[in-house]
């Protein structure tokens, strides 16, 4: 069964960073491709950024390109996303999702297995 603990949300200021992590337990993450996905308040889940285990190519939304970067350490099972000049819309639940199919699109249904969401709110 696969598992996902993530952690890195939390409250920072406008223009500041913040790096979340996803660390897979149950499976081997290189397996599988890798999403980041958001949700804010009143709003549809939307894809962030994803990562072929393939490839390693990356996707990104545009709001976000050249602020956000997805990574992947399969040594130590985690994926990262690292996240600089953050902005008050930035502020979501963000979650990490996984497949063992090749994601064509960057969007919640091709994705199978969820992590519970860590919050980020960006505000001063």
């Known amino acids: 069964q696969l598992q996902f603990v993530e952690s890195g949300g939390g409250l920072v200021q406008p223009g500041g960073s913040l790096r979340l992590s996803c660390a897979a337990s149950?499976?081997?993450?290189?397996?599988?491709?890798i999403g980041w996905f958001r949700q804010a308040p009143g709003k549809e889940r939307e894809g962030v950024s994803c990562?072929?285990?393939?490839?390693?190519?990356?996707y990104y939304a545009s709001s976000v390109q050249s602020r956000f970067t997805i990574s992947r350490d399969n040594a130590k099972k985690t994926a990262y996303l690292q996240m600089n000049r953050l902005k008050p819309e930035d502020t979501a639940v963000y979650y990490c999702?996984?497949?063992?199919?090749?994601?064509?699109?960057?969007?919640?249904?091709?994705?199978?297995?969820w992590g519970q969401g860590t919050q980020v709110t960006v505000s001063s």
């Open positions: 999702a996984a497949d063992s199919r090749l994601f064509r699109r960057c969007v919640p249904e091709e994705f199978r297995s």
């Open positions: 149950g499976f081997i993450l290189d397996s599988y491709d």
């Open positions: 990562i072929s285990r393939r490839t390693g190519t990356s």
